[in-house]
C-alpha cells in the first residue's frame, strides 16, 4: 500500500512524474557533486558544465518550438527549473539566463530569421548568451535606460553606445566569463528621434572567448550567494551590428530608413514586450518554493529527530512538539503547499493562453504578485529554519545557509519585490480601465469608488461573532475573509488616491502617499489568489486520506493568514475579539493535527537525500 | 557649529568616547584591511593575529582586575566589543570566546589559585582557550549534558571522559586550533554521586599546538558566516587533570575527598554559576546593534542617493522619499536607537550591582530578553538593508551580506532565542517568588491570578477613542499602552497555566501548551524596558534640536511597536479601530518628519568608511 507521503506526490507531481524524474536522474550522476561553492572561478566552470549536460539532455530547449529542437513544452520547462531547484539555485539561475531570459528573448522578440539563425545553438549552449538590460542607473526602471542603439541607413547598420557611467550593463548573468552575444536594451535613435526602448543582438565574445573590440566587461565578483553564476557589467563602446540584430517583432525599420510598428503608443509597445518576457517571474517563484520545501523538509526531519527538555524525569521531548515550533514551521509548511498549487496553477495557464494579449495582461499581474509573494515567503521560510536547526543551520553541512544566500537576490531580480506589489496593485485598479477603455487612470480611479462594481459582503451581526468549530474551520468563511479584504482595501485605496488627486495633486505623488495602502492591496490579492487555488486543487483530490489532510494544510494557510492581518480585520469589524482569539486557538489546533502528518508532508516533496546536506563539498575543504 | 550628527554622536558615545577612538585607531591599522573570510584557513590566522594586536594594546584584559593585568573595566569591555564588532564579526566573536567566555568562566568560577595562574596569560592571548560547554545531544538543556569528571581521591585527580557520542562537545570557538585549554562543564562524578554540572580547567594542546593525549579535536567546517573563528568539535577519552583544576568557587572537594558547597540547593547552585557568565548576553546583543546599525548606514545613505522614478517628466526622485521606503527602514532605525540607550543601561546597571545576587538575577533575565529581541532586530534589519540596496546590496563589496551571514547565528549562541523568552516569561512570573519565597511556581502562579497584585488600567472610554496628535504623541500614552500589555498578558498566561494545573496536568505540558503566549509575554516585557530606557534618556539631553530628533525617533519606535501589536490592542478593546488607523496615519507622518534627519542620524553612528565596504578584499580575489 501506498504512504501518505506517495499518495500526496502524485498530486504534487501530477502528469510530469516523468520529466521529474527523468531530471532527478540526471543531477544525480557522479558529476553533479557538490564542490565549495565559495571557490568562485571553479564553481563557475563546474555550472557550465552542468549546463551542458542538462543542455545535452534537451532540457535546456524542452520549451522552445520543435523546429528548433525544442519539444514545445513551456509548462516543463517550468517544471525542469523547479526540479533543477532541489540542487543547485546557481545552476537554476545560470541554466534560466541561458534558455530563459536569452533564449525566450530572442524567441519573443525576434522573428523567423533570428530563430532560425540562432535558437537551436542557444538550446544546445553552444551559443552561450546574456540578457543585458538592467544599468547601473536604472534597475526597476527600465524605461529610464541611456544605453543608445543608433540606426544608419547608409550602411544598414546600428551603432551600441553607453553614452554615460551609469548607463553601464550590470549584474549581467553569464557575462564576466561565458557569453558570446546578448540581447541588449537599447534605446533606438534614429536620426535625432528617439524611439524608446528596443532589443538588439550584440556579439561579445568570439569562439575562444575573446573579448570583441569595443566592448568592455567587469566582473562583478563575489556575491552573498550565486557564487556559480558570472555576473558582469558592459560597456559598449560605439558598437557596430547589422541592422537584421534588431529584434523586430515589435519594431522595425523598413526599406527606407524609417520607424514602423505593429504597437503605435510606445507605453503600450514597451509593457507588450517586456510582457512576453514574463516567464521568468514564473520560473523563478517556482525555484524559490522548491528552496522553500527544502528548508522545510530538513528542518522538520531535524525536529522530528531532535529532543530537548522533558517533563521531569520523562523522556526530553521532540522538539516538533513544542507549541513555539509548531507555530514557526507549519504555517510555513502549509504555505508552501499553497504556492505549489497557485504557481502550478499560472504555469498552466500561462502556457495554454499563449497568444492572447488579453489574457496575458491577467497573467502577467498575477505572475508578478506571486514572484513577490513567493520569493518573500523564501527568505522567510528558510530563516525560520535556519534559526529552528540551531547551530546544526549554520554549519555548511546543512544546505540551509546556501539556500539562504542563494535564494536572498530572488526578492530584487525579475523585478523589486516591493515595485512588483505596487504594479499589482495598479493592475487591481486599472483592470476596470480594460472594460471600460477610455478611461484614464483617475477617471479609473473616480470609476471604482464611486460606482459599486466592487462587491463588497455586508456584514453579518451573527457571522462576526461566530466562534463555532465548524466555522472556523469552513472554506467559505476564508473565501469571504479573504475577498472581504482585497475588495475593501482596493475601494480605500481607490478612495484614499481620489481624495489626493481632487486637492490637486501630481498623480506620482498621490501614487507614493498611499503606496503602503497600495502594498497590502497587492498582497490581500494574491493571499485571496493563493486560496482560491488551494481549495480547488483539493476539491479534486478523491483518496480520504490525502484529501483530509491537506484540507487541514488548508485549514492552517487561512486561519494563520487571517491571524496575521487580525488587526486590519478587527479595525473594520470584521471580526470582534473572542472570535480573533478562537481563530488563533483553531489555529493552534490544527498545527497539532498537521503535526502528525508533517513527516509524510515534507516527504511527498521526494527531495533527494543527496539535496538536504553537503558534507562532501565541505570535507574537501578541510 | 556642531553638526546634528555630532551632537547625536556625543549623546551615544558619552563617557565612553575615548575608548571607542582609541579601538577604532587599533582597527584602522594595515594590519586590519579585509580580505576574504570565505578563504577560511588563511582568514582564521588573520583573526587570532588581529585578536593578538588587541591583547596587545590592553583590550582582552581591559575588563579583568587590575590585579591581572586588567583594568577592571567591565564596561569599557562591552564598549571594546561594539566596536569591533563594526571591523569584523568574526573577530568579536574570537576575541570574545577568549577574553570573555574563557577568561570570565577562569575568572567567575575559579578562585585565586586560578586566577593567579591564568588571568594574565588569558588577557595577553598567550594561552588561547575554549568554552566547551554545549554539546551534541544537549545544547539549550545545558543540565542535560553527558561529559563526566570523576573524581579520584587516591591521587587528587579527575579524570574527564565523553561517555556516548551525543555528548561530544560541539561548535566550540577556538577549538579546532588555536585552544591550549579549556573551561569544560561536566558532571561531577565522587564515588557513586553525581553532583550535577561543574566546570573544570582541561588541557587541550601543548605550546606548540599540538592535541594531548586522550584528546580527539575535529573541525566543524565551514560555516554560512563567521568563518574567521575555528570552530571545533572535542571528545575526551578518560582525560586525567589534577584536582586543583576544578573550578571551586561554588564547588569544592575538601581534604576528606568529600563534596563541599555554599549554595546545597542543586538548581540554585547550577543558576547561580551559569549567572555569573551572563555578560555574554550583554555583548552579544550589543555587537548584534552594532551591525544593525552598519547596516542602516549603508542602506540609508544608499536610498539618499539613488533616485529611481518619478512624476512626468520631473527628476527621478530619491527612493528614501518613498512611502514605502520609509517604512521599511526608519522604524529600524528608531529601534537601533531605541536599542542602544537600553543596552548601554544594561550594561551600565550589570556592572554596577556586580556581586550582589538579588539585583543580579533581575539582570539575568533582562539579559537574556534584550539579547533575543536585539538579535532577532539584527536579523531582521539586515535582511530590510539587503533588500532596500537591490542587487548593490549582493555583491559582497557591499558589507550588508557578510554582515548578514555573520550575524545570523546570534539568535542562537548565548542562548536560543525562543528558549530565552520562555525564560524571561518564567522569570516575569516567578519574580514575585523573590518577594513570597516560600510559593512554588504553582503557588505563585495562583497568586498572581487570585491577588491584585498587578496594576492593570482601567480602560478610559474617552481615551480608547483619542485620536488628536497631542494624544498619539505623548510618552505617556506609549507607556501606558507598553505597560497595560504586558501586564495583561502576564495575568492572562498566569491564568492559563493555573487552569491546565488545576485539570492535573504536568507542569511541563501546562507551560508548553501556554508558550507561544508566554513569548509574547516576554517580548511585552522587554519593549517596555526598552521604551522605557528611550524615554529615560531623552530626558536627560539639552540640547533642544538633538532632543526634538530624538523624541520623533522614540514617538516612531512606541507608534510602530503598537501598529505591529493592534490586533492585540484591538482584540482587548484597547483602542478602537478608527483609533488604530490613526496611530498607523501618525506613524507614517513621523517618520516622514525622521527621514529629514536620517542621514545625520547613521551619521551619528560615526561607523568607519572602510566598514561600509570591502572592495578591496574582493577584488583581491578576482
Excluded at 472554506?475 to 478612495?495: G, H, P, Q, V, W
Excluded at 490637486?504 to 487555488?533: P, Q, T, W
Excluded at 480520504?544 to 469589524?573: H, M
Aim: proline share 3%; with cysteine.
Amino acid at each position: 500500500m501506498d504512504t501518505l507521503a506517495q499518495k500526496v506526490n502524485r498530486i504534487l507531481e501530477g502528469d510530469h512524474a516523468e520529466i521529474i524524474a527523468k531530471v532527478k536522474e540526471v543531477l544525480s550522476r557522479p558529476e553533479f557533486a557538490y564542490e565549495n561553492p565559495y571557490d568562485y572561478q571553479n564553481f563557475r566552470e563546474t555550472v557550465l558544465k552542468w549546463c551542458k549536460i542538462l543542455a545535452d539532455e534537451g532540457m535546456g530547449s524542452i520549451g522552445y518550438p520543435e523546429a528548433y529542437g525544442g519539444k514545445g513544452d513551456l509548462h516543463r520547462y517550468f517544471t525542469v527549473m523547479e526540479t533543477i531547484s532541489y540542487h543547485d539555485l546557481s545552476l537554476v539561475i545560470k541554466f534560466g539566463v541561458q534558455f530563459g531570459l536569452w533564449g525566450m528573448s530572442v524567441l519573443n522578440l525576434g522573428t523567423e530569421k533570428h530563430h532560425q539563425k540562432y535558437m537551436k545553438a542557444i538550446g544546445s549552449l553552444e551559443l552561450p548568451g546574456s540578457f543585458a538590460m538592467t544599468e547601473t542607473s536604472h534597475g526597476s526602471n527600465v524605461r529610464g535606460i541611456r544605453t543608445t542603439a543608433t540606426y544608419h541607413h547608409e550602411n544598414q547598420s546600428f551603432t551600441v553606445h553607453t553614452p554615460v557611467e551609469g548607463a553601464r550593463k550590470t549584474y549581467i548573468g553569464n557575462a564576466a566569463l561565458h557569453a558570446q552575444a546578448a540581447t541588449v536594451f537599447a534605446k533606438l535613435i534614429i536620426g535625432e528621434e528617439d524611439y524608446g526602448v528596443c532589443a538588439f543582438i550584440v556579439p561579445l565574445r568570439d569562439k575562444d572567448g575573446t573579448i570583441l573590440p569595443g566592448v568592455r566587461i567587469e566582473d562583478c565578483g563575489m556575491k552573498m550567494g550565486l557564487n556559480g553564476v558570472d555576473n558582469g557589467r558592459i560597456w559598449f563602446d560605439q558598437v557596430n551590428i547589422p541592422k537584421e540584430n534588431l529584434l523586430d517583432r515589435f519594431v522595425q525599420i523598413d526599406e527606407h530608413g524609417n520607424f514602423q510598428t505593429p504597437i503605435p503608443n510606445r507605453g503600450r509597445r514597451f509593457f507588450t514586450m517586456l510582457g512576453t518576457l514574463v516567464g521568468g517571474r514564473i520560473g523563478i517563484p517556482k525555484s524559490a518554493l522548491s528552496a522553500a520545501k527544502t528548508g522545510l523538509t530538513i528542518a522538520i526531519k531535524y525536529a522530528n529527530h531532535r529532543r530537548q527538555f522533558g517533563p521531569k524525569d520523562g523522556k526530553e521531548v521532540l522538539i516538533l512538539d513544542y507549541q513555539t515550533h509548531q507555530k514557526r514551521l507549519l504555517p510555513l509548511l502549509a504555505k508552501a503547499y499553497a504556492l505549489h498549487f497557485s504557481l502550478e496553477k499560472l504555469a498552466r495557464g500561462f502556457v495554454s493562453h499563449q497568444g492572447q494579449p488579453e489574457e496575458m495582461i491577467r497573467y502577467e499581474g498575477l505572475a508578478a504578485g506571486l514572484k513577490a509573494y513567493a520569493t518573500w515567503n523564501t527568505t522567510k521560510t528558510l530563516q525560520e529554519c535556519r534559526e529552528a536547526c540551531g547551530g546544526k543551520g549554520f554549519l555548511s553541512e546543512n544546505r540551509i545557509g546556501i539556500l539562504k544566500n542563494d535564494s536572498d537576490i530572488y526578492t530584487t531580480f525579475e523585478g523589486d519585490n516591493t515595485v512588483l506589489m505596487l504594479l499589482v496593485a495598479k493592475s487591481r485598479l486599472t483592470h476596470y480601465k480594460e472594460t471600460y477603455k477610455d478611461l484614464d487612470f483617475s477617471d479609473v480611479v473616480n470609476y471604482v469608488v464611486n460606482e459599486a462594481i466592487i462587491n463588497i459582503t455586508e456584514l453579518n451581526p451573527i457571522t462576526i461573532r461566530d466562534t463555532s468549530d465548524s466555522h472556523l474551520l469552513d472554506f467559505e468563511f476564508y473565501m469571504d475573509a479573504f475577498t472581504y479584504r482585497e475588495n475593501s482595501i482596493l475601494k480605500s485605496a481607490a478612495r484614499r488616491v481620489k481624495s489626493y488627486l481632487s486637492d490637486g495633486m501630481d498623480a506620482f505623488d498621490a501614487f507614493n502617499r498611499c503606496s503602503n495602502h497600495f502594498i497590502n492591496l497587492g498582497k490581500s490579492y494574491v493571499e485571496r489568489i493563493v486560496l482560491r487555488d488551494f481549495i480547488e486543487a483539493i476539491g479534486k483530490i478523491e483518496d480520504t486520506a490525502v484529501k483530509a489532510s491537506l484540507t487541514r494544510l488548508c485549514q492552517l494557510y487561512a486561519l494563520s493568514t487571517i491571524e496575521e492581518n487580525k488587526g486590519w480585520y478587527l479595525e473594520q469589524d470584521y471580526i470582534v475579539g473572542n472570535k480573533s482569539k478562537a481563530i488563533r486557538n483553531m489555529s493552534v489546533q490544527i498545527g497539532k493535527e498537521v503535526r502528525k502528518d508533517a513527516l509524510d508532508l515534507v516527504n511527498a516533496f521526494q527531495i533527494p537525500d543527496s539535496c538536504l546536506s553537503a558534507p562532501i563539498a565541505f570535507s574537501a575543504l578541510g
